[in-house]
């Protein structure tokens, strides 16, 4: 018997072990598998910056699509095109009178991918009504007509022939097809919200225009009668009600040239509708640091009449007063908000300690005023026409040569600057998050235009071993900081202007960059 037992419970223990290895298996995958319908946006690490809004856009996020209609281009018989006379509009961008021979039009879709189907324009008014290429009217009627697009060749234009000054069309919406009946309670695209829903943080820079925005007074916002998005920018009431949605934290870059009253406005009614629980990140501007922004160079000149020193040198004298006006808007917030307010102060990454310390952050205590140190830590190839590595020697490159060198000298150099940032938010007791973050590919100074370098890096962002990247960037991110980074950016077609999206259309629901921010998401909860 016990010569049994000697062999048998060896193999009963064996079996067991064995079992129990399969469990834990069935387990882990039944987690993995589950972990999207558990996850939150709280549970993220991860933000997103969204394509800007325009006529080219690839990603489709509203299901009124005239939302992304260009300015309107005045368009007179017998004249060169785009040179008709001024047009009159109102105070929403509608147009309220043509003159003889003249018309007026703009263009929607022209990034592609959007459906194909049949379209339902809608307006106010009295007038005509006309599309352009690559669509069909299949009827119409008073306020209502059914068109046929087909997008995927550079979309179309919609012409407006003649309007009543007396009741002139107004209120345009064409809308996708199947959505007429519920895009007055749903503007967003539910593939664009399935999308994003478990991301933390909607940075709306580029929804917001940001970059050399004009805005200055209140009356100067975006509103949601407004005849486009593309002008101004979306609207405050339409971002919050995104976030609100989704669930997730809102981040706003208030206008460099925005007054007090603007930015108390903006206060109150982001505390108005964005609910309580979800949080507000309030920067100053986008990259006040970088000359090649107008807010660069109108922190300059402000330094200089507010006479900010050093003089000679001007660009330390622009990081200074970004530093003063940050900390004014910041007051200016905190009359409103409480502990949902996060206010950031956003800095080149590569800037180096002395920067982000001496000349911004313990510029007047800046940092007795502010909650976060926000970077953009990029892993580079700036690939210029000259240089060491210029754009002669790259574009010779094989994809595989240009993702080693990523691996063993642009990560490297990311995590250098990330080490470098944290040891300043450490010193001031800042949380150190991400205002932008991703691969950064792209020629400049003339590079752009080497088609060989743009095709080598547009081949690179697609290669699966782009994923792997991507993981061992975050990774490197989440040992240094851990806190929130934001990907720049979500869709975008590809081009010599850089390959930003992590997708590049609507239709696309999978690349090695998305499978891998998505996989690391889930598998990196806070």
């Not at 300059?300 to 900390?327: D, M, N, T």
Request: hydrophobic fraction near 40%; charged fraction near 20%.
């Amino acid at each position: 018997m016990k010569k049994i037992n000697l062999i048998v419970q060896p193999i009963i223990s064996g079996l067991c072990c064995f079992i129990l290895f399969l469990l834990a298996i069935w387990n882990c995958s039944l987690f993995a598998a589950e972990s999207p319908a558990r996850f939150t946006p709280q549970n993220s690490r991860l933000g997103i910056n969204f394509a800007g809004p325009a006529d080219w856009n690839t990603e489709h996020p509203f299901v009124d699509v005239f939302r992304l209609s260009r300015k309107w281009i005045s368009q007179k018989k017998g004249m060169q095109w785009g040179k008709g006379p001024e047009l009159v509009r109102d105070e929403n961008g509608w147009i309220k009178s043509l003159e003889p021979d003249c018309w007026a039009e703009t263009p929607i879709l022209t990034g592609g991918y959007a459906p194909v189907g049949d379209y339902v324009c809608l307006y106010n008014g009295e007038g005509e009504i006309e599309f352009g290429a690559n669509s069909k009217i299949i009827s119409r009627s008073p306020g209502r007509i059914v068109v046929n697009i087909n997008p995927v060749k550079n979309g179309t234009f919609l012409r407006l022939l003649k309007t009543n000054p007396n009741n002139y069309i107004k209120n345009i919406r064409v809308i996708m097809p199947g959505f007429e009946a519920t895009y007055k309670t749903n503007p967003f695209n539910p593939d664009f919200l399935k999308r994003w829903k478990n991301f933390n943080t909607i940075r709306f820079m580029d929804w917001m225009l940001t970059n050399g925005s004009e805005q200055k007074s209140w009356k100067d916002r975006p509103t949601t009668n407004y005849c486009n998005y593309t002008e101004h920018g979306v609207p405050i009431e339409v971002m919050a009600d995104l976030c609100n949605r989704l669930g997730v934290d809102a981040w706003f870059c208030i206008p460099h040239l925005a007054d007090d009253d603007y930015i108390h406005q903006f206060a109150i009614l982001v505390k108005k509708l964005l609910k309580p629980e979800l949080k507000a990140y309030i920067e100053y501007s986008n990259e006040v640091w970088n000359s090649g922004f107008k807010q660069n160079h109108y922190a300059q000149q402000k330094a200089k009449e507010l006479q900010i020193p050093p003089s000679e040198r001007p660009w330390e004298g622009a990081g200074k007063f970004y530093a003063k006006r940050s900390v004014e808007i910041f007051k200016i917030w905190e009359d409103v908000f409480s502990k949902q307010l996060v206010r950031v102060i956003a800095w080149q990454a590569a800037s180096g300690e002395y920067w982000t310390d001496k000349i911004v952050l313990s510029y007047n205590d800046t940092y007795k005023n502010c909650d976060a140190l926000a970077i953009a830590p990029y892993f580079t190839m700036n690939v210029s026409p000259k240089g060491k590595l210029n754009a002669d020697i790259v574009s010779g490159w094989t994809v595989e040569q240009v993702l080693e060198y990523a691996r063993t000298n642009s990560i490297p150099e990311a995590v250098g600057w990330m080490k470098t940032q944290k040891k300043v938010s450490d010193k001031y007791g800042l949380r150190l998050i991400c205002y932008e973050a991703g691969q950064h590919f792209v020629g400049v100074g003339g590079a752009e235009n080497n088609e060989a370098l743009t095709k080598l890096f547009i081949s690179a962002n697609n290669h699966p071993k782009m994923g792997d990247l991507y993981k061992i960037y975050l990774n490197s991110w989440k040992d240094i900081s851990g806190d929130l980074i934001c990907i720049f950016s979500s869709v975008g077609a590809y081009s010599k202007w850089g390959s930003w999206g992590l997708l590049e259309n609507a239709t696309q629901t999978s690349s090695p960059k998305y499978d891998a921010v998505i996989k690391w998401m889930y598998e990196n909860p806070r």
